[in-house]
């Protein structure tokens, strides 16, 4: 079974940047789009960003389009997001799963093996 392990959240100041990587082990992400999601406390969990298996395709959350950046690295089977410009709203939980294997969704149910979360705080 895939295990799924999130790295390099922490604290940054406004305006600073995290990139955080998502290790898979016991299996293959091949052929699937792979996202990142976060649930900020006391909301719903809600799509980040997403990308194909071939990379070729990207989607972003509106709130954060221009300042994420999403890759993979299908060799050795991780998944990158690049945040840049954070602002105290980007404060989170991050996650990320694998998504379907015809494509990104920002759907939440269409997801399946999420990882445990790195968390992100944004300080003013």
């Known amino acids: 079974q895939v295990q799924l392990v999130e790295s390099g959240g922490g604290l940054v100041q406004a305006g600073g940047s995290l990139r955080l990587s998502c290790a898979a082990s016991?299996?293959?992400?091949?052929?699937?789009?792979m996202g990142w999601f976060r649930q900020a406390f006391g909301k719903e969990r809600e799509f980040v960003a997403g990308i194909s298996w071939s990379g070729d395709q990207t989607i972003y959350a509106d709130s954060v389009k221009g300042r994420f950046t999403i890759s993979r690295d299908n060799a050795k089977n991780t998944v990158f997001l690049q945040m840049n410009s954070l602002k105290p709203e980007d404060t989170a939980v991050y996650f990320c799963a694998i998504g379907p294997a015809w494509g990104i969704s920002m759907r939440t149910d269409r997801y399946n093996y999420w990882g445990q979360g790195t968390r992100v705080t944004v300080s003013s």
């Open positions: 016991g299996g293959t992400l091949r052929p699937y789009a």
